[in-house]
């Protein structure tokens, strides 16, 4: 498995679209036990999750919050026209 497989296949694993076999796994845990850039990612993903499930919101700063806002939709404009 390459580290392109195995960020495709957890994408849709996490997305819903892909039921992962055993043989899947088993892939998935030769490709990390020798991958170290994949290993991050995916422990970043369970942090992530970890973060999702305990539900604590972290209120932003109102500046902060403004400027991520304003960058988000340009990039959104960008990508996706105004008309979007």
């Known amino acids: 498995m390459t580290c392109?497989?195995?960020l495709k296949a957890l994408n849709e694993y996490v997305d819903g679209t892909l039921d992962?076999?055993?043989a899947d796994c088993e892939r998935?845990?030769?490709?990390l036990s020798?991958?170290?850039p994949c290993q991050i990612?995916?422990?970043n993903i369970r942090g992530t999750i970890q973060l999702f499930r305990a539900g604590v919101p972290f209120p932003l700063p109102a500046e902060?919050?403004?400027r991520l806002q304003g960058a988000l939709r340009e990039r959104w404009r960008?990508?996706?026209g105004a008309s979007a």
């Open 4 to 6: 392109e497989e195995l």
């Open 20 to 22: 992962l076999t055993q």
């Open 64 to 66: 902060f919050q403004s």
């Open 78 to 80: 960008e990508k996706f």
């Open 41 to 43: 990612v995916v422990d």
């Open 28 to 31: 998935f845990a030769a490709h």
């Open 34 to 36: 020798g991958c170290n």
